[in-house]
């Protein structure tokens, strides 16, 4: 399975961003999609989850501000972003894995990855 993210860029705080992850190689409708994002210097942090099932949780920070979603036909994943903070200045990363079938947050459940997209909210 091939990721390629892409939709970052420079945003005012309270801004809106949408990030896109495609998918090769598999359906995004029998995997396990989610988000991550990276502070330089500091560990992968989980953003958010879309489930083969279609379910789909949030870390605290995003909750209620991202949202994630799938479309099966473009075998694409968006994370959709909203009321964005200058905490939110980070590299995203897409990740994918057949089944997570342990701790969702944790990077090692994932077996495949997509390059970064830098994403930067300006105060």
């Known amino acids: 399975v091939q990721l390629q993210a892409s939709g970052g860029g420079l945003v005012q705080v309270g801004g809106s961003l949408r990030l896109v992850c495609e998918a090769s190689?598999?359906?995004?409708?029998?995997?396990?999609m989610a988000w991550f994002r990276q502070v330089p210097g500091k560990v992968l942090d989980f953003v958010a989850i879309?489930?083969?099932?279609?379910?789909?949780y949030y870390a605290d920070s995003v909750k209620g501000r991202f949202r994630i979603s799938r479309d099966n036909a473009k075998n694409t994943v968006y994370l959709q972003m909203n009321s964005l903070e200058p905490e939110d200045t980070a590299v995203y990363y897409c990740?994918?894995?057949?089944?997570?079938?342990?701790?969702?947050?944790?990077?090692?459940?994932?077996?495949?990855w997509g390059q970064g997209t830098q994403v930067t909210v300006s105060s």
């Open positions: 879309v489930r083969r099932s279609g379910g789909t």
């Open positions: 190689g598999d359906t995004v409708g029998t995997l396990d």
């Open positions: 990740a994918a894995d057949r089944y997570v079938s342990g701790d969702r947050t944790r990077i090692r459940e994932y077996k495949f």
